[in-house]
């Protein structure tokens, strides 16, 4: 199963540069062309959550620092399990 992610975006910092979403792996993000941020910019914006892997690339590129990154945590297989 894959690892499931999301992000969330600043909209006080994003300037709609669409670096993420140049180099989302998943080809997730966009810009959200039906709003704009306080400064005038459309902000990025996650278009497809059930893809998301949280790999954290956009967070990476991002010059402004505006994309946190969550993943989903995986639960811990007892170690019992694993030896059987």
Known sequence: MAVK???QVDER????CELCAHFCPQQVLGLAWDRLTP???????????????GCEVCAVVCPEGAITVYR???PRMPEMAMRG
Not at 13 to 16: A, D, E, I, P, S
Not at 43 to 52: G, I, Q, S, V
């Open 72 to 74: 989903q945590v995986r």
């Open 39 to 53: 400064k005038g910019y459309r902000p990025a914006l996650l278009l497809d959550p059930e893809r998301c892997t």
């Open 5 to 7: 992610g999301w992000i």
């Open 13 to 16: 910092f994003c300037k709609g």
